[in-house]
């Protein structure tokens, strides 16, 4: 908030302000956080002066941090301040950030927008306009942070930005190929590393990832998740030996940390290695006594090597920390069952049988109604508006198939019927930001009755 | 790049016996089609299978190939299946024509088993669809028995089958196994929806299917017993089956192998009933309680304890699974502990053949690997995949030698079986390759000693298919085989038995376990050739 109140005060605003003094005292109080303070000056300069947009734009500033109660008002501010100054690049944006704190983000972008046209220099306006565009999958996103990475090319915020949101919305190549820009024009910068890293994991380019993030664990990220996903990305390229290497000077330097461990004990389990997987994984339990995923884990390195009464123990631990998991149901129905006790076992795996019949049908139903999105969604691509809206009204309605009804529905031009379609989604799901922008979109595009 | 291929396989000195391709010099000239559509349809992901059978017993084994082609089926010359008569002097030659073999549907799998008792071989053929029944005429050629045999109503996508006489009357029943229900794939789309470039869909994203097990009669017709055999509950995504008697109770139980969904043992009560113990008995999912992607699988004694084992060739990133035999139907897994699991976890595995590879008493394994997607999303892994060749200590343990050149190339592999097409007492290897040659991997170089037995059953299917045979050596040395029809993916071997003797040269004993309940022992087979052994007619108290 200083930076923005820092940003009001640089540039200046044609002010008719008769007491420019008082003014600059409540935006000294506000840049001092005396949210109180400012507001009650302020609120006397516009009894005195109702139009005065400044004080319209500093009293919302100062409403904005003052709790969720009072954003509304700042929203009434930051308009009053737009329409007193509608060039006023400022005005524009501190009713952008209002609306942004109200939750509207396409109404924000709008005036984000018009900040920036109207100071295409100015980089806050810049910045929240990307980043709104980038909450509400808005592909002008793409232009804002290319703009942003011009303007302040030493910054490396704006590429780890931008590729972000490219891979966040699909686009995977275009980020991977900004984020491989910006770690050649950044070399030492381990963040972007890190997280070009980590994309790169998740993308399945195991071998890549390992050595991003392992530039990155050079350039001194060596925190415990990073560390994780690096031994992650050399198990899965194969690189078993490094992996377990990488693991083991990870739990070393942070011997604390339960999940370090749990990841080197399973890895010494799937190489067969039963009894350092024990020592691992008990160590882990005494660090996380409540997990359940490492008592199951430790039931089964017990189990390996043996020691089949204290398996038992931990299996029946991760049951009683998580009865709805699934695998330490299986794993002591089955220990039941070889020690003898078929018929204990036999209702520990009649309740993993329920649980995995469920677990089964929910995900047939889920990946099969995904590829069925996919085809409308792969029709509206190719521009098949009337074939995509036929899919995704033969499924059962949700916000994703509403939204996508409504992107048809866009396409072919019946626009009232989208508007219907998107209300009903932001009724299903109101916090969501892409359906608010598509919301406002659609609604911009209704014809006006005459 | 030759040298290099060759360099990649394993040297002649860390391998027992050498594997070399040998199919375009045997004549055995055939490229399977996959039919590849614009939509990715799943049915061009399964390639197909073979079948080994001695169809006009000459005494050398022949090989039926299933082709795929164009899809959805048009019935044309693109889809016609081959058979190639061997020989006997290294080459085999196309016979299809002659044997009147006309299967142009969308081809999965082939199985060879006698079910009319009649002394020929017939050969089942699955396809997406249904199935073809063929029967021997005895007389070079076959005969469509679909209809009469009453399995002209099989419809779906029929992938495994396996033959058994689940109820113990002499006759060979049949279990076919359907993979999934893509009648509604018109509805889904998998790959990139931007750019409309297509990928194959997951499995779990098409609804599972039942089992058919049906009957055969003693008036020749196969009727679906499904339900009252207690199969009836049973939705699988099924790609392999084997009838095995896990218990050793003298019935064939039943183990399938499903994609993405909880494998299937039902456990034979006898009387034509079954009851599913997938879960309890250890061999439904992985060691975690997870069902992994399982494609073929086969049944043999790895450990040498007598109790046949179940191994299954799985998705990438998943072992391929080894459950060990405990006795009384309980399993525990073997996968990581015994060394069999872990090199399969960067591939996709498919066929999957348990084979005395080196005549030494043992049985090893070999596994076809290929991916399903055209573009595996993870970094490193490819379309066409390296076969494995896993050697087994004699205690079960197993290390990954690949041993030979034909272990150098990669190719998108899928269906497998083995025979001893050459007759020298030596497991060679078929491969069929989705969108590839067909392979014969002749097996080379120095091996132990061997008998090779071939039942024929009297009161019992007149193969003996589910007999078990323990072989005892001179020293003492017990060797447990099995008679499958149906194994692998989408395939079915050499119903032949050859125990690999090592340095011994005789079997002292050989005591075989009929499917009638006769248990008939032989004593001195000398080594170095197959004997033809007939059922007693009673059993030995």
């Not at chain 1, 806050?124 to 990475?149: F, K, M, N, Q, S």
């Not at chain 1, 396409?411 to 019927?417: F, G, I, M, N, Q």
């Not at chain 2, 006009?56 to 889809?79: C, E, H, I, T």
């Not at chain 2, 993916?489 to 050499?494: A, K």
Request: aromatic share 8%; proline share 5%; net charge negative.
């Amino acid at each position: 908030m200083r930076g923005l109140a820092a940003l009001w005060l640089s540039v200046s605003l044609a002010s008719t302000s008769p007491a420019p003094e008082d003014l600059a005292r409540a935006e000294a109080l506000l840049s001092r956080k005396d949210y109180a303070g400012a507001e009650a000056l302020l609120r006397e300069i516009l009894r005195a002066e109702p139009r005065n947009a400044r004080a319209h734009g500093n009293l919302a500033l100062t409403l904005m941090p003052q709790g969720k109660s009072r954003v509304r008002d700042a929203v009434d501010e930051g308009r009053l301040a737009a329409a007193f100054a509608p060039e006023s690049p400022e005005a524009r944006y501190i009713y952008g950030l209002a609306l942004r704190a109200a939750g509207r983000s396409a109404d924000a972008a709008r005036e984000f927008a018009k900040s920036s046209t109207l100071a295409p220099d100015a980089i806050g306006p810049l910045d929240a306009l990307a980043e709104a565009y980038a909450a509400t999958g808005d592909d002008r996103a793409v232009p804002a942070y290319e703009r942003l990475i011009a303007l302040q090319p030493g910054r490396s915020r704006y590429p780890l930005e931008l590729a972000g949101y490219l891979w966040t919305t699909g686009q995977t190549e275009r980020g991977n190929t900004v984020a491989a820009a910006g770690v050649e024009r950044f070399p030492n910068d381990a963040p972007l590393r890190a997280a070009y890293g980590r994309a790169l994991f998740e993308q399945q380019r195991d071998a890549d990832a390992a050595a991003e993030l392992a530039r990155a664990v050079d350039l001194g990220v060596r925190d415990a998740g990073t560390l994780s996903v690096q031994a992650s990305a050399l198990v899965q390229a194969g690189r078993i030996d490094e992996a377990r290497s990488a693991l083991e000077a990870a739990v070393r330097e942070h011997p604390d940390s339960a999940p370090l461990r749990l990841d080197l004990g399973r890895l010494y389990l799937s190489q067969g290695e039963g009894e350092p997987a024990r020592r691992e994984l008990d160590r882990a339990a005494a660090l996380a006594p409540q997990d359940a995923a490492i008592r199951f884990q430790l039931g089964r390195a017990e189990e390996a090597v043996g020691r089949l009464d204290e398996a038992e123990a931990s299996y029946r631990k991760a049951v009683e920390l998580s009865p709805s998991l699934a695998s330490p149901r299986y794993a002591l129905g089955r220990l039941l069952v070889r020690r003898g006790r078929k018929e204990e076992g036999e209702k520990e795996l009649a309740v993993y049988q329920s649980l995995y019949s469920r677990a089964a049908r929910v995900q047939y139903e889920g990946s099969s109604r995904g590829a069925q999105i996919q085809l409308a969604e792969s029709e509206l691509a190719r521009g098949d508006a009337a074939a995509a809206l036929a899919r995704f009204e033969a499924l059962p309605e949700d916000a994703e198939i509403l939204t996508g009804r409504a992107r048809a529905l866009s396409r072919l031009d019946r626009h009232p019927e989208a508007v219907r379609a998107l209300e009903r989604a932001r009724d299903l799901q109101p916090d969501a930001p892409r359906i608010e922008a598509l919301l406002a979109a659609e609604r911009a595009r209704v014809p006006k009755t005459p | 790049m030759i040298g290099l291929l060759l360099a990649l396989a394993a040297a002649p000195g860390d391998c027992p016996t050498q594997f070399v391709d040998v199919a375009d010099r045997a004549g055995l000239v055939f490229t399977h089609d996959p039919g590849k559509t614009p939509e990715h349809h799943m049915a061009e992901t399964m390639g197909s299978g073979l079948a080994w059978l001695d169809y006009d017993n000459d005494g050398w084994m022949d090989l039926y190939v299933v082709q795929s082609g164009p899809f959805p089926p048009s019935k044309g010359p693109r889809a016609q299946d081959r058979l190639f008569h061997n020989d006997g002097d290294g080459r085999f030659t196309d016979v299809t024509e002659k044997a009147g073999l006309h299967d142009t549907a969308y081809g999965m799998g082939a199985y060879a088993a006698d079910y009319d008792n009649d002394g020929w071989v017939d050969l089942l053929v699955t396809n997406w669809g249904g199935v073809i029944l063929y029967h021997n005429e005895g007389n070079g050629t076959f005969k469509d028995a679909t209809a009469k045999s009453g399995l002209a109503g099989v419809a779906g996508f029929v992938t495994a089958a396996a033959w058994g006489d689940v109820d113990g009357d002499g006759r060979l029943d049949l279990f076919l196994a359907r993979y999934v229900d893509d009648r509604g794939e018109s509805k889904l789309f998998c790959g990139d929806a931007a750019t409309g470039q297509r990928e194959y869909c997951l499995p779990m994203m098409y609804p599972g299917t039942p089992l058919l097990l049906y009957r055969n009669g003693p008036d020749g017709v196969f009727r679906d017993i499904t339900r009252p055999a207690g199969l009836g509950d049973a939705s699988g995504r099924a790609l392999g089956a084997v009838f095995v008697d896990v218990d050793l109770d003298g019935r064939p139980d039943l183990y399938v192998a499903n994609d993405e969904t909880t494998n299937f043992l039902f456990h034979n009560l006898g009387g034509g009933r079954f009851e599913d113990i997938s879960i309890v008995s250890g061999t439904g999912f992985d060691a975690q309680g997870n069902p992994q992607g399982g494609m073929g699988t086969d049944a043999g004694d790895l450990d040498g304890d007598g109790l046949p084992d179940l191994v299954v060739a799985n998705y990438e990133n998943e072992t391929n699974e080894y459950y060990r035999n405990l006795g009384s139907g309980v399993f525990e897994d073997a996968s990581i502990s015994s060394g069999f699991g872990r090199p399969g976890v960067n591939l996709v595995g498919f066929g999957l053949n348990l084979l005395d590879a080196d005549d030494d008493g043992d049985l090893d394994a070999f596994v076809a690997n290929g991916h399903t997607f055209e573009r595996p999303a993870r970094q490193g892994i490819t379309r066409a995949q390296r076969a494995l060749l896993l050697w087994n200590d004699g205690t079960g343990r197993f290390r990954e030698v690949p041993c030979g050149p034909a272990f150098a190339k990669a190719y998108v592999g899928r269906g497998s079986a083995v025979a001893d097409f050459d007759n020298d007492g030596d497991p060679d290897i078929a491969v069929s390759n989705s969108g590839g040659p067909l392979q014969l991997l002749r097996n080379d170089g120095a091996h132990g000693h061997w008998a090779g037995v071939q039942l024929v059953g009297r009161r019992s299917n007149r193969q003996g298919i589910g007999a078990r045979l323990v072989a005892e050596t001179p020293s003492g040395r017990k060797l447990t085989r099995l008679a499958l029809a149906g194994n692998s993916y989408l395939s079915s071997s050499d119903p032949r038995i050859v125990f690999g003797l090592g340095g011994e040269e005789a079997i002292r004993r050989l005591t075989i376990f009929w499917p009638s309940g006769i248990v008939q022992t032989v004593d001195s087979l000398a080594a170095g050739k197959y004997h033809r052994i007939e059922e007693t007619e009673t059993a030995k108290p």
